[in-house]
């Protein structure tokens, strides 16, 4: 691991900030457990940047880097570091490689995030944008200007690689030459059990498969990932990129497209179908069950699974008492499908870490916010997008310990989902679902960061509910916080004051003399908290 | 002789001593320019300062430092200016030769030995006035040179006396028993403008004195009084500086006795210079310390008074030792080190190494106990911001980071990072609330600056039927002429202005420029509003068919359109169809029954103007509200008024119109109207408001762009609309040095002339936006400027008359003939080169290129591109043939 000149860099920015919190972070990154160098919490050496989450959280943390040496042999889940603060740009930034579109405005909000106080922004990088041609030709220059401006800003950068689009960001969702494939070959496409087919959306069964113009899918990413790397050497040396969040699926997020194709997958918040009909699901279930020894079970999906929009009662398989899911038939079925989720991201991430191996960044990951039938014993929406655990275990566990295994952070994108009375009606539970994430992710040493599910317009009380799940929270508090995301909304009067607010609130607590005393209280509080964990 | 002396300060010179810390020089004033509301919108050019970096930049652009080349990487230097005041010290008197000379005159003489430009400024007081009148002395009692100011003083020079070693002097001759009984002054120097009194008062030299005899007043005095050699007369300063007590006192006028006496005061004339501080800071390449250093050209002890601070958190704190040499620890808060006197003797420098850890240095200079030199711009202390060698780095040179101009938009970067340093330093300190909630203010103005900007670009409207009319427009493509576009290579004069009728006769008038404007290369003129109207500038029509207005009869406007016709020029009439003043009231009271050949009633109005109870249907459009809205959706209305614009097609020649306030109704009705009248040419006004968020002009202005293409579009394209658009932005581009503003996000023109060329009637200024008018003048000064930009690029360019018979006319001569020598029509293609902050570039047709802004551009490329024209801020090539 080709460490030392992150650490140097390290102590040179220690010396400009004299902060308990950098070092923290320097002893922090020492001992961590990850195969890809990572820095947390901590500006660019020379820029003074300017009061971030952490800065609301420095106060507090002084003399815990002590405490913290106690629970050093565990792994880095509950590390007090400060949260860095995002933004994300639009997703529209890029579109045709060579422009920036609406570039005065992504400029202005760069930097009105930089006044903001916010540590950084992310930027979605679209595989179809950066080689919408041919597999030999890659086009940067779009995104090279943005990660300029962010540069320029002096802010840090979080880079989203996305090898599948999504709608509404105005690009293909593959590039053509790989959706040209479909023509001839449309299984490499996630198919559910009526045939629709998930055009733009490759099955996790021919990662390994050279389908793709004799190469497979996991090669062509790696491509991708590589050529990104390359082009933006630069912009890692300096630390500029922070975080490298590596898409493993469709919207950027490791899941099953359990949506009806064509669907807006952030809008669907039914049970969803299985996607295992594509002819290379097919046989691999079907060897699968070979190999278990029940080939009957290996010749098609559950036959007796809901349709998207029903209810998980009204089939056999989801049902709460006596359903399919619930017998070795349904265990066998679920695992599997969930291991194919498991090992596409295991694969994805693997050839990730080695490709960012040695840059400074940390890696993450999406998962999906599925808090609709969580209430449901069989958690039925969760199941058919590729998250489950036999005996009704932990259905993230596997995820995150597969995370973890690749020292990746795990970014819930839900933290400003509320509870509501339209959402109970449909067994929703965001309470429950993030502390199972958490859980999860505790048990198996993976960090986790936030983003917000959708623009807080309807609900202020989004806001609050963001800043109580990340800067109250005790155990698993998330590294980083992305707000998602820059567009005309999000600058609307209607919206842009309140998100102003909710940032002074956390970032800058101590602009005003109510909050300073806050931050004293809180600190204390904090403090007091910690103890208690600890005595416990 | 009695002599007396005091003390007078002219100007007090000592400023109040620095105080510590940084948040006096925090100072902040954030541009946030937030123009009014309303059309016109006085913007005010936000200025933001923090420390001396503004004044610092200028400082350094105009003076290079020396010693910044030895490692221009690693240096960077700042060059304050500093105003010093200087004091010169001095005495003046005053004496009166009481005895008379061979004339029989007796004197006063009034001196000074101060080097200066010494005016006396006098007058006179008679015997038994009160109070402190003045009067001016009789003209005899005026010594050579002297100028009477107003009708109560006279000023005087003092002269040098020859071999006085710079003694200057006046005289002041009067005869013995002179019924004068004062002579008051004050001394002026005319260098400085200092005016010296004495004790706030004027001087005054009683000439009848009172008798020997009395106590000196003066006993009292600070200054002794000491008798002269006429020993036997008294003066003393008390009875000089009040003389209303003394004069008319108990010891009466029992007799004209002339006091001979002879009086000192000292002067202390304060003078500013102007001197400079310069501060260079260099990184040491062994210690890795950086070094500063401070020249200045002030002779004399220097001392800095100075601190440190981290991180920009703008508290002071004191560097470890070793401190520089000749430091002291000023109250363990601040250092004082004395800088060193230069060989030459021409000032002082210093310079010592500083730890790299320190972001920042402050400091001011003090002179002595009570001179304190701090910043000019700000009136704080002076801040040097280490962390730029950092941040300027080793890759950019000093000569390319010094010059830039210090005008608002190039400071936008360093300002912001300025205001953030500030806040983080800022928001550490307790104690400073209330400047920090100066602060965050500031800053929250500016991010709600930034954010309204983000989000006028992203509001983007759909623009889709818009991009297929600019294909439509393909200059490729054969296009018939139409009453949208005329032959497409149309120049229009706006023939009048808010004044023309005044005259009553201006058809005659505008008839004698038509050769002119002919020659000038005009094709078509738009004449005023030539029905019977309400309002003299014919806005407020009354019976249509009434020709005969303030700007002439009817005869006269048909031989006013014959005189264009055969000049070659079509004529457009103005045709007002949104409203109509009735002549008759209804039953109510209300105006609203029309008479003469249009003899409608209340169902040709609108039923949703409150003012005059119209029966018709809704508005299809804006209200306007001084008169009642035609009902357009009436078929007899629509029939009358096709029927009248036939009649004056046919009665007056009129070739095509102008159609005011087309806002008021749907374009629909105004294709049915041009189909009907089939003009030559139609250009519609559409005038509504430019988008503004948080009071800044939007640099995305597609919305209100859209609204004047969705016009254009409803008239199915028979008429063009004057571009509003672009005339808004063209103010904030030009006043504001915003040129970036005049390309679009898909790089091309802003306005209407952007998305549907051949429709945009540009212009700059009309009746309404200028003249005497001004609801939206054109930034002053700048017209030449703007049309630069309209006659050279595509759309249909409309000059004002005010313009043209002006002093602009010669240039805009030549500009139109170069667009017409180049034949640029409506649709010529134009690819814009250049959008930046004060520069904007474009080239027309492949054979004109335009620039206008302050900064330098010349054409590149392969072909021969010679000027055309040329003026402040705008330059013209063409291809060279």
């Known amino acids: 691991m080709d460490a030392s000149p992150t650490v140097t860099l390290r102590h040179a920015s220690a010396a400009a900030w004299g902060t308990v919190r950098t070092r923290h972070a320097v002893d922090a990154r020492r001992d961590a457990p990850t195969r890809v160098a990572f820095r947390r919490g901590c500006s660019r050496g020379d820029l003074v940047r300017a009061a971030g989450l952490g800065r609301f959280f420095g106060a507090g943390d002084q003399g815990s880097s002590k405490s913290h040496e106690v629970t050093r042999s565990q792994p880095q889940v509950d590390d007090l570091a400060p949260a860095r603060l995002y933004v994300g740009l639009p997703i529209d930034a890029v579109t045709d490689g060579a422009t920036v579109n609406s570039a005065a405005a992504v400029a202005a909000g760069i930097r009105a995030v930089r006044l903001l106080g916010a540590d950084g922004v992310e930027l979605p990088v679209f595989w179809s944008v950066a080689q919408p041609e041919s597999p030999d030709r890659f086009s940067w220059a779009g995104y090279k200007a943005v990660a300029d401006m962010v540069r320029a800003e002096g802010l840090s950068l979080r880079v989203s690689l996305r090898a599948h689009g999504t709608p509404g960001a105005g690009v293909p969702t593959l590039p053509s030459w790989v959706t040209g494939v479909a023509v001839d070959d449309p299984d490499i496409f996630f198919t559910d059990r009526s045939g629709g087919r998930h055009d733009g959306c490759l099955s996790f069964a021919i990662d390994e498969l050279p389908v793709l113009h004799g190469k497979s899918p996991l090669q062509l990413y790696e491509a991708f990932f590589r050529g990104f790397a390359n082009e933006f050497e630069d912009f890692f040396d300096d630390s500029t990129i922070t975080d490298v969040t590596v898409g493993l699926g469709v919207h950027g997020v490791l899941r099953y497209p359990s949506y009806p194709p064509g669907s807006d997958a952030r809008k669907f918040t039914g049970v969803g179908e299985f996607q295992c009909y594509d002819k290379y699901m097919v046989s691999q279930l079907r060897r699968h069950a070979e190999e278990a020894g029940h080939a009957m079970w290996g010749l098609s999906g559950p036959h007796d699974a809901p349709r998207y929009h029903e209810s998980p009662d009204s089939c056999g398989f989801f049902r709460e008492r006596g359903g399919s899911w619930e017998t070795p038939y349904g265990d066998f079925f679920l695992s599997w499908y969930a291991g194919q989720l498991v090992g596409h991201g295991d694969r994805v991430l693997g050839m990730a870490s080695a490709v960012f191996a040695g840059k400074p960044v940390e890696l993450s990951a999406k998962i999906p916010f599925m808090h609709w039938w969580h209430g449901e014993l069989s958690r039925p929406a969760e199941a058919a997008a590729g998250f489950y655990k036999s005996n009704k275990k932990n259905g993230y566990s596997p995820v995150a310990k597969m995370f973890a295994r690749h020292g990746c952070t795990m970014i819930v994108p839900g933290m400003d989902v509320c509870m509501n009375k339209q959402l109970h009606s449909a067994g929703s539970s965001p309470d429950q679902l993030l502390a199972q994430i958490k859980n999860a992710c505790r048990r198996h040493g993976a960090r986790i960061a936030g983003e917000n599910a959708s623009l807080a317009m309807t609900h202020s009380s989004s806001f609050s509910r963001i800043r109580s799940n990340i800067l109250t929270t005790e155990l698993m508090r998330p590294c980083h916080f992305t707000y998602q995301r820059m567009c005309a909304d999000f600058f609307s009067p209607d919206h842009f004051p309140q998100f102003l607010e909710f940032v002074r609130s956390v970032v800058c607590g101590e602009w005003d003399e109510d909050d300073e005393e806050q931050r004293g209280m809180m600190a204390g509080s904090n403090g007091n908290a910690r103890e208690a964990t600890k005595a416990a | ?881």
Not at chain 2, 562 to 576: P, R
Not at chain 2, 673 to 702: C, H, I, K, R
Not at chain 2, 727 to 755: C, M, N, Q, T
């Open chain 2, 1 to 881: 002789m009695s002599v007396g002396s005091g003390c007078i300060p002219a100007i007090p010179g000592v400023a109040p001593p620095a105080r510590r810390g940084l948040l006096g020089g925090a100072f902040l004033q954030v541009s946030a320019a937030r123009p009014r509301a309303g059309r016109c919108r006085a913007t005010q050019h936000g200025r933001v300062r923090l420390g001396g970096r503004v004044v610092a930049r200028a400082g350094a652009a105009e003076t290079p430092v020396a010693g910044a080349d030895e490692d221009a990487g690693a240096a960077f230097s700042e060059k304050f200016p500093l105003r010093r005041c200087q004091t010169v010290e001095g005495k003046a008197w005053v004496r009166v030769d009481a005895e008379p000379d061979g004339d029989g005159k007796c004197k006063v003489v009034v001196g000074c030995d101060v080097a200066g430009k010494w005016i006396l400024h006098w007058g006179v007081s008679y015997d038994g006035e009160q109070g402190s009148e003045w009067d001016q002395p009789p003209s005899e009692m005026r010594p050579t040179g002297s100028v009477p100011i107003k009708d109560y003083a006279i000023e005087t020079p003092l002269e040098i006396l020859p071999n006085s070693e710079g003694r200057y002097e006046v005289q002041i001759k009067f005869d013995k028993d002179t019924p004068i009984a004062a002579i008051n002054f004050v001394l002026k120097e005319e260098e400085t403008g200092a005016w010296f009194q004495h004790k706030g008062r004027d001087f005054r030299i009683p000439l009848s004195g009172s008798f020997d005899g009395g106590v000196p007043l003066g006993a009292n005095q600070d200054i002794g009084v000491w008798p002269g050699d006429l020993g036997h007369l008294k003066k003393n300063q008390g009875s000089n500086a009040q003389p209303q007590e003394t004069i008319p006192g108990g010891t009466g006028l029992s007799g004209k006795h002339i006091s001979g006496f002879y009086q000192e005061f000292q002067i202390i004339k304060s003078e500013y210079t102007q001197n400079f501080v310069t501060v260079t800071v260099k990184r040491d390449n062994e210690t890795h310390k950086r070094l500063v250093e401070f020249d200045t050209d002030i002779p004399g002890e220097v001392v800095i008074h100075w601190g440190v601070c981290r991180d920009n958190s703008m508290t002071w704190e004191i560097p470890p030792e070793p401190h520089p040499p000749t430091t002291k620890v000023f109250r363990q808060k601040a250092l004082q080190t004395l800088l060193q006197q230069k060989a030459d003797g021409r000032g002082n420098s210093l310079s010592f190494l500083l730890d790299a850890e320190y972001s920042g240095l402050f400091f001011v200079l003090k002179l002595d106990e009570y001179t304190w030199l701090r910043n000019l711009d700000n009136g704080s202390d002076f801040f040097i911001s280490l962390t730029r060698l950092e941040q300027r780095g080793t890759t950019q040179d000093l000569a390319k980071v010094e010059p830039q101009k210090v005008d608002k938009s190039s400071q936008a970067g360093g300002i912001i990072s300025d205001i953030r340093n500030l806040v983080v330093g800022l928001s550490s300190r307790r104690g400073q609330r209330a400047k920090n909630k100066v602060l965050q203010e500031d800053i929250l103005q500016e991010i709600e600056r930034l954010a309204a900007e983000a989000y006028s670009i992203f509001r983007s409207p759909t623009i889709d039927s818009v991009e297929a009319s600019v294909d439509l427009d393909d200059p490729t493509i054969a296009k018939p002429a139409c009453s949208g576009t005329g032959s497409g290579f149309e120049i229009l004069c706006q023939g009048f202005n808010w004044e023309s009728h005044k005259s009553g006769k201006w058809y005659v008038e505008l008839g004698k420029k038509a050769k002119e404007l002919s020659s000038l290369g005009f094709t078509i003129v738009w004449s005023p509003p030539p029905t019977d109207s309400v309002s003299p500038e014919g806005y407020m029509p009354r019976d249509l068919y009434n020709l005969n207005s303030r700007y002439g009869t009817m005869d006269e406007l048909k031989e006013l359109v014959k005189i264009f016709h055969e000049a070659g020029i079509k004529v457009l009439g103005d045709a007002v169809l949104n409203h109509r003043c009735a002549q008759f009231q209804n039953n109510n009271g209300v105006w609203n029954i029309f008479g003469g050949r249009m003899n409608w009633d209340d169902r040709a109005v609108v039923a949703d103007d409150p003012h005059f109870q119209g029966r018709g249907n809704k508005s299809s459009g804006d209200n306007f509200h001084a008169a009642p809205n035609i009902d357009h959706s009436q078929e007899f209305v629509r029939n009358d008024l096709k029927e009248w614009l036939c009649w004056m097609r046919k009665e007056v020649g009129y070739d095509g119109w102008r159609l005011d306030f087309v806002r008021g109704f749907w374009g629909g009705y105004v294709k049915d109207y041009l189909e009907a009248s089939e003009p030559y040419f139609a250009v519609g006004e559409y005038w509504d408001s430019l988008s503004y968020t948080y009071g800044e002009m939007d640099y995305n202005q597609d919305a209100h762009r859209q609204r004047i293409v969705d016009w254009i579009n409803a008239t199915n394209g028979t008429a063009g609309a004057f571009d509003v658009t672009t005339k808004g932005i063209l103010h904030a581009a030009l006043e504001r040095s915003e040129y970036w503003r005049l390309s679009d996000e898909k790089g091309k023109p802003p306005g209407v002339l952007g998305w549907w060329p051949s429709r945009a009637v540009t212009f700059i200024e009309n009746h309404d936006t200028g003249s005497t008018q001004g609801h939206w003048r054109f930034p002053y000064g700048m017209e030449l400027q703007g049309y630069a930009y309209i006659l050279t690029h595509p759309g249909t360019p409309a000059v004002f008359y005010d313009h043209i018979f002006s002093h602009l006319q010669p240039e805009i001569a030549k500009f139109i003939n170069i667009r017409r020598r180049q034949k640029i029509h409506c649709r010529s293609k134009i690819k814009i080169l250049k959008a930046e902050r004060s520069l904007y570039a474009a080239e027309i047709d492949e054979k004109l290129i335009m620039k206008i802004g302050s900064e330098h551009f010349e054409p590149s490329g392969p072909q021969n591109w010679v000027v055309a024209a040329e003026g402040q801020d705008y330059k013209i090539w063409e291809l060279s043939s």
